[in-house]
């Protein structure tokens, strides 16, 4: 079992930008795959980003893709989202998700079912 805890997120201009981490604990963090997905009012959760166990695979919604970046550093068991030219449409609760390292990333990188641990949530909000 992980925990994971989100922040960064808040008001942004269109066009701003933002990081967002996950800080993970109660488990071993370089075992899972992570990522970000994001809900906003009366909507699906949708995926946004993950990033492999050892950080060297990436995958990215269409939708994101070119102006947000996913890293992590197993070192300080974190995870960050970096949100560059962000748009209304990005407006937000963005949650960051673990899936145990015995799954394939490939296959299930993008499916919420498949993922073991969600954080809280963090409030993203672009304004026009």
């Known amino acids: 079992q992980v925990q994971l805890v989100e922040s960064g997120g808040g008001l942004v201009q269109a066009g701003g930008s933002l990081r967002l981490s996950c800080a993970a604990s109660?488990?071993?963090?370089?075992?899972?795959?992570m990522a970000w997905f994001r809900q906003a009012p009366g909507k699906a959760r949708d995926f946004v980003a993950a990033?492999?166990?050892?950080?060297?695979?990436?995958r990215y919604a269409e939708f994101v893709k070119g102006r947000f970046t996913i890293s992590r550093d197993n070192a300080k068991n974190t995870v960050f989202l970096q949100m560059n030219s962000l748009k209304p449409e990005d407006t937000a609760v963005h949650y960051c998700?673990?899936?145990?390292?015995?799954?394939?990333?490939?296959?299930?990188?993008?499916?919420?079912?498949?993922?073991?641990?969600w954080g809280q949530g963090t409030q993203v909000t672009v304004s026009s």
């Open positions: 998700a673990a899936m145990a390292r015995t799954k394939s990333f490939y296959s299930t990188y993008a499916r919420r079912d498949e993922y073991d641990s």
């Open positions: 990033i492999n166990w050892s950080g060297v695979s990436t």
């Open positions: 109660g488990s071993t963090f370089s075992s899972y795959t």
